[in-house]
Nanobody
């Protein structure tokens, strides 16, 4: 079982910045997802244990995912925030063992972008 503890989030005006953090109980592949009301949960960004990253097209150039492997912590720096970034953001960890994928989720943190 992988434990995930999120922090950060809140309310910000358009153009503002926020940083989310997620502490995991082990060094593992991690990602951030988000879900807006009425929408499906979508991948925002992911980062492997070696630092390789992947971003949704909608956040490229604005969001940066990074990790500190000594602290088992992943960060999502969100700049130039837009109202459409408003959602609950979830930290995700993925473990693959014996060909089976297991997903673990944080509790979610609200990000609201509004003037």
């Amino acid at each position: 079982q992988v434990q995930l503890v999120e922090s950060g989030g809140g309310s910000v005006q358009p153009g503002g910045s926020l940083r989310l953090s997620c502490v995991a109980s082990e060094n593992i592949f991690m990602a951030w997802y988000r879900q807006a009301p009425g929408n499906q949960r979508e991948l925002v960004a992911s980062i492997g244990t070696g630092g390789s990253t992947n971003y949704a097209d909608s956040v490229k150039g604005r969001f940066t995912i990074s990790r500190d492997n000594f602290k088992n912590t992943v960060y999502l720096q969100m700049n130039s925030l837009k109202p459409e970034d408003t959602a609950v953001y979830y930290c995700n960890a993925v473990r693959v063992q014996f060909g089976f994928r297991q997903d673990y989720w944080g509790q979610g943190t609200q990000v609201t972008v509004s003037s």
